[in-house]
Every structure is written in structure tokens, then in C-alpha cells.
């Protein structure tokens, strides 16, 4: 029995280390590795998609859907992103909230829409785009499926890996938030995009404090999706003015942006 554990854990290793890939990220700027490659990537998206579309009520407006795609592709052109197709679906939900999964997809829930401006709209899809640019979601499933999806994955593998455990992430994400780390840079990549994309970057904070607003109203037992991160409410708002001041700045040197 040893000897086939030890047998079990060689050839695990070596398909864990065929499958790595080894990238610089310009949203993150770092180098990083990652079992699950951009095709391993947009597959596992496309699972993903077809459960939410079977458990979310998916609304389909013409009138609202083409105002998100075309804000939303006019973003996702400006990100350090290229390598995958973008998707925008609305949610028809009251909950002002909006996440992202690997492969490209975001969701919008139609309460949001209706409460944000273009610009508004611009960096909440500039901040979920930031997620797959950086690939949260996919560093966190990774982590959180472990051997399972790493295996699947490293032998091209498709649908296989654990769809429930898989989704379980993806909605703790949508509802409780990433890493105080994480969230930051999102909010960092929110403002640079949106600018990019000639959107006023002014609108990440002008919606956060429409939510923190929202919150108040509700009460101190009522919390929004979109503020369940770590990072509080008013440290985003002074971290995006921060930024946005950094960005307008720089742009006024010839060479920047």
C-alpha cells in the first residue's frame, strides 16, 4: 500500500507540474503560477455559466443588454486582459450586487443597472473585470477544489471536477467577497479601466457611497453583497480617490496612459 501511495503521489506530481503555467500578469503585476491555463480557464467558465443560467433567473432585455454589453465590451477592451472573451448577463434581482466567474463572465443583478450611471456601471464591470484579469476566482478555486480540479484540469479533462463544490465557491464569492487584498486591487483596476475606456473613474466612489447610503437606510443588520469584503466601505472610498488622483495626474504627463 505504501509503495502505491508513493506510486499515486509521483504521477499526481508530475501531472500537477505538466500542467503548470507560469505567466506575468500585468494586472497584478507579479509572476505567477497556475494549474489551470487560459483553455482550462474558459472551459471550466462555461460549466459554471450553464448552472448559474439554471439556478439564476437571467433576464433578457434587449433595452438593458445592449446598454451592458456596450459599456461592458468598451471596458473589457481597455483591460490587461485580452485572452478571453467577455460575457454580460443581467440577474433579475433586487440586490445590488454584481460578481464574475473564470472564463470571462459577468453578471449583473437589474437592480444595479437601474441604479447606476454609465459611469457608475463602467467601474462596477471595470471592478468584476479586474477579478478575471487578475484571476481571483480562478486562484481561489484552485485553491479550494485542490487535487480534484488540479488533476482534471492537467489532463484536459472537462466537466468532471465536483459542479456543486465548484458552484458553493463561486456564490460564497458573490455574496461574502474576495480578500481584502484582492478587493483593493479590483477597486485599483475599476479606476484604470474605466479611464481607459473613457468612462469618468469618479464613478467607482460616487456608487460605493450610493451603496453605503443604501446600507444606512436599511439599517446596522442590513449588508449589501457588494460590501460584504473585508476591506470597510469608507477605506474603498478614500483608496479609489486616491487612485483616481494618481491616474488623472499621471495622464497629464505626455507618455502616460
Keep these: ?20 503555467v507560469t505567466i506575468y500578469n500585468p494586472a497584478t ?18 460549466d459554471l455559466d450553464k448552472e448559474i443560467e439554471g439556478k439564476l433567473k437571467i433576464l433578457r432585455d434587449p433595452q438593458m443588454q445592449s446598454r451592458l454589453d456596450i459599456i461592458g465590451l468598451k471596458v473589457a477592451r481597455s483591460s490587461d486582459r485580452q485572452d478571453v472573451a467577455y460575457y454580460f448577463k443581467i440577474i433579475q434581482d433586487k440586490e445590488l450586487n454584481a460578481f464574475s466567474i473564470p472564463g470571462g463572465f459577468v453578471y449583473v443583478n437589474s437592480a444595479l443597472m437601474n441604479k447606476a ?5 463602467s467601474c462596477v464591470l471595470a471592478h468584476e473585470i479586474g477579478h478575471i484579469a487578475a484571476k481571483h476566482s480562478v486562484k481561489r478555486l484552485q485553491a479550494d477544489l485542490g487535487y480534484q480540479l488540479l488533476v482534471n484540469i492537467a489532463m484536459g479533462i472537462s466537466g468532471q471536477y465536483d459542479m456543486g463544490r465548484a458552484m458553493n465557491v463561486v456564490f460564497n464569492l458573490a455574496s461574502l467577497g474576495y480578500s481584502r487584498k484582492d478587493e ?29 447610503q443604501e446600507q444606512e437606510s436599511k439599517g446596522s443588520g442590513f449588508k449589501l453583497s457588494f460590501l460584504s469584503s473585508h476591506p470597510d466601505i ?9 487612485q483616481i488622483r494618481q491616474i488623472k495626474n499621471a495622464s497629464d504627463i505626455p507618455g502616460n496612459l
Excluded at 500500500?1 to 501531472?15: A, E, G, R, T, Y
Excluded at 469608507?234 to 486616491?242: D, S, T
Design 234 to 242: 469608507n477605506e474603498r472610498i478614500k483608496n479609489a480617490q486616491q
Design 29 to 46: 503585476q507579479r509572476r505567477e503560477s497556475l494549474f489551470i491555463d487560459t483553455k482550462g480557464e474558459i472551459a471550466l467558465g462555461k
Design 1 to 20: 500500500m505504501p509503495n502505491k501511495l508513493k506510486i499515486f503521489s509521483c504521477l499526481l506530481l508530475v501531472l500537477m507540474l505538466s500542467g503548470c
Design 117 to 121: 450611471t454609465d459611469d457608475e456601471l
Design 184 to 212: 483593493f486591487l479590483a477597486d485599483n483596476l475599476a479606476v484604470k479601466y474605466s479611464y481607459k475606456a473613457g468612462f469618468n473613474p469618479d464613478g467607482v466612489v460616487t456608487f460605493l457611497e450610493k451603496l453605503k
